[in-house]
């Protein structure tokens, strides 16, 4: 969980708290996953795996395709950059391909429809 | 024309033009959520998408009426939290309260989530807020808002409001009550019908114990808003004239910076203390959003 650490909290942890901040990461059987609203919260900061994509490459992640990266990276979790403007989650890199970990429910290939990406 | 909420011919200014306003959909209406984007970058690219957006408070550049825009929900903007559809009146009680920097706050309802995300925005994610739902199927709900709006400065809480622990004392309070949601009605279609609720009898005393609990969770300094989305009186100023007979609080001026009007003093065999003028009451037609009241409280010193 993510949370600030404030003097207040100190007062708090006196109730029966039932969730606290965000959470920040998943566990996947044996991994640990970062959650898609810590990487949109946090994302920015990263300077390593990130990956830009384009609004093509996009839709074809958000239709169940791979799309082939250039990138000197290791396999794991890239931070899925939209046109170095909106980060949006995660992907995963496998060989040199990248499949999505986007939340399938939540980004809906219609809300696509009508950006101007390119101004 | 069927007349809707026909008790209140005597205390609703304008009582046609109130009626008309009921037969018109409910505009929509979106907060920038500044927690996680910057407000000209979010308006530029949605206009850019031709969503029309017209800025509906002078004073706080955040909230945009969107008459065009079908379904927020349905936006990019939503998905990365950059937008949270949510009635203007509804933005207008964090704005009254308006907790500070670093200060300790109650939202004693808190569900689905909306003050309690834009309470956060104006904190600017810092202090801590304790966002109390009672029940906890929407936990749910409002654990989304608060990660899809960024929000960090929160723990949730389940219990009762009008038993909320007595161990602490906060420097603000939103007291954001279950009401019989009469300002929200709007007769769209034939078929709509405002529909009383038997529970809606029992409210006044539910949120009477709530008013007074949550005046006896704040600190000496502190503030608290007391909220409803109806034109009821015995759910808006009955609730409060309980509290000032009970209790040493005082009502305390209240300038949303919109058309609003006075809370009244008299409801059917009910008289008020003219302090109840302090309160204020939002109309559809004056504001054309949800029906609103609004009480802010402090302590007698
Ligand atoms: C008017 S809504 C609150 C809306 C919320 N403040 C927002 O801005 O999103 C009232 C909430 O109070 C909850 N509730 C009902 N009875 C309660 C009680 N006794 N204690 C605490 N919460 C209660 C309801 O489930 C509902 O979610």
């Known amino acids: 969980m993510i949370f600030k650490n404030v003097p ?18 998943h566990r996947v059987s044996s991994f640990v996953k970062p959650t898609t609203k810590m990487i949109q919260s946090f994302g920015q900061e990263a300077t390593k795996a990130r990956l830009g994509i384009n609004e093509e490459q996009l839709l074809k992640l958000l239709a169940g395709d791979s799309i082939p990266v250039d990138l000197d990276l290791d396999d794991g979790y890239v931070i899925l950059d939209l046109e170095k403007r909106w980060i949006l989650g995660l992907g995963l890199l496998i060989n040199g391909r990248v499949r999505s970990q986007l939340p399938r429910k939540e980004l809906r290939e219609s809300m696509m429809r009508g950006l101007s990406i390119d101004d | 024309m069927e007349e809707i909420f026909k008790c209140y011919r005597e205390i609703i200014p304008e009582f046609g033009r109130f009626q008309e306003s009921l037969h018109k959909p409910l505009p929509n209406h979106i907060r920038v959520n500044r927690l996680k984007a910057e407000t000209d970058s979010v308006v530029k690219s949605m206009e ?10 002078e004073k706080h550049d955040t909230l945009y009426l969107a008459p065009t825009l079908k379904s927020p929900g349905n936006q990019i903007e939503y998905f990365l939290g950059h937008i949270h559809p949510q009635a203007l009146t509804s933005c207008l009680a964090s704005i009254v309260l308006s907790p500070g920097n670093d200060s300790y706050v109650l939202e004693m309802c808190a569900a689905p989530g909306g003050k309690t995300s834009h309470l956060a925005q104006l904190m600017n994610n810092t202090g801590l807020i304790v966002a109390n739902e009672l029940y906890p199927s929407r936990h749910i709900p409002l654990g989304h808002v608060i990660e899809r709006l960024g929000v960090l400065n929160t723990v949730i809480t389940g219990y009762q409001a009008q038993e909320f622990p007595l161990k602490q004392r906060f420097d603000y309070i939103l007291a954001d009550v279950p009401c019989s949601g009469e ?21 006044p005393d539910l949120q009477k114990k709530i008013i007074l609990r949550g005046f006896d969770l704040l600190k000496e300094e502190g503030k608290m808003l007391y909220s409803t989305c109806t034109y009821n009186p015995e759910e808006n100023e009955s609730v409060v004239s309980f509290l ?47 029906g609103f009241f609004m009480a802010r409280i402090g302590k007698r010193r």
């Not at chain 2, 850019?48 to 408070?57: D, P």
């Not at chain 2, 300002?183 to 409210?203: A, V």
């Open chain 1, 8 to 25: 207040h909290i100190r007062l708090a942890s006196r109730l029966k708290i039932s969730k606290m901040g965000m959470r920040a990461f």
């Open chain 2, 183 to 203: 300002g929200k009605f709007r007769k769209i279609k034939e078929s709509s019908i405002y529909n009383e609720t038997r529970e809606k009898q029992k409210l």
């Open chain 2, 48 to 57: 850019g998408k031709g969503i029309h957006l017209e800025k509906a408070f």
């Open chain 2, 244 to 290: 000032l007979q009970n209790r040493d609080a005082v009502l305390l001026p209240l300038d949303a910076g919109f058309d609003s009007e006075a809370g009244i003093l008299e409801w059917r065999d009910e008289k008020y203390d003219t302090e109840l003028q302090k309160t204020a009451r939002f109309y559809p037609h004056r504001i054309n959003s949800v």
